[in-house]
T-cell receptor, first 112, second 115 residues
Framework: LAKTTQPISMDSYEGQEVNITCSHN???????ITWYQQFPSQGPRFIIQ???TKVTNEVASLFIPADRKSSTLSLPRVSLSDTAVYYC?????????????FGTGTSLTVIP | KAGVTQTPRYLIKTRGQQVTLSCSPI?????VSWYQQTPGQGLQFLFE???????NKGNFPGRFSGRQFSNSRSEMNVSTLELGDSALYLC??????????????FGPGTRLLVL
């Protein structure tokens, strides 16, 4: 199960684009990447998921290079309400149940 | 669709007692996973249930157990509570297609305080 490494914390000003990079050097061929957002005392909220190249939805983009040893979550024009902890997960596909590993997460603080 | 629900939301117990937490997954989801979150250890996987069977298990002592019912609802039980069991317990559900990517959706959690 591939472990993930993320920066412990980041600060950003309101309105800026924020990029959070996650390293997963031991990612296996069938593994995929998922990002979650978590506010204090709440459950993690799904943001985006991908396997390779680029994925975009209404809230974020996920960039995965060809070697897939890292991935970058991009949040466009952050606001104060984006202050939260962001987790990068690698999921391992298995017929006996997919497995997930949560890293330490990145605490993002958006400054006015 | 309603999201994942967990009951109770808050709980206070004393050492030595036992506790049962409940999770109702999103309708149609077949897999339920449980996680423990503490400031020191972060989010740690406890176990996963699929079709009423425990399919995966994390590295927790036998005091932590769970089960899943035929309607996919799940319960987890912690016996002989210790102070260190104070945590946010999170339940996540997914459709769990065989051999494919899946997305877990989390409930709001149950905050357990052991005194």
């Amino acid at each position: 199960l591939a472990k993930t490494t993320q920066p412990i914390s980041m600060d950003s000003y309101e309105g800026q684009e924020v990029n959070i990079t996650c390293s997963h050097n031991n990612i296996a061929t069938n593994d995929y990447i998922t990002w979650y957002q978590q506010f204090p005392s709440q459950g993690p909220r799904f943001i985006i998921q991908g396997y390779k190249t680029k994925v975009t939805n209404e809230v974020a983009s996920l960039f995965i290079p060809a070697d897939r040893k890292s991935s970058t979550l991009s949040l466009p024009r952050v606001s104060l309400s984006d202050t939260a902890v962001y987790y990068c997960l690698v999921g391992s596909v298995s017929n006996t149940g997919n497995q997930f590993y949560f890293g330490t997460g990145t605490s993002l603080t958006v400054i006015p | 669709k309603a999201g994942v629900t967990q009951t109770p939301r808050y709980l206070i117990k004393t050492r030595g007692q036992q506790v049962t937490l409940s999770c109702s997954p999103i309708s149609g989801h077949r897999s339920v996973s449980w996680y423990q979150q503490t400031p020191g250890q972060g989010l740690q996987f406890l176990f996963e249930y699929f079709s009423e069977t425990q399919r995966n298990k994390g590295n927790f002592p036998g005091r932590f157990s769970g089960r899943q019912f035929s309607n996919s609802r799940s319960e987890m039980n912690v016996s002989t509570l210790e102070l260190g069991d104070s945590a946010l317990y999170l339940c996540a559900s997914s459709f769990a297609p065989q051999g494919e990517q899946e997305t877990q959706y989390f409930g709001p959690g149950t905050r357990l305080l052991v005194l």
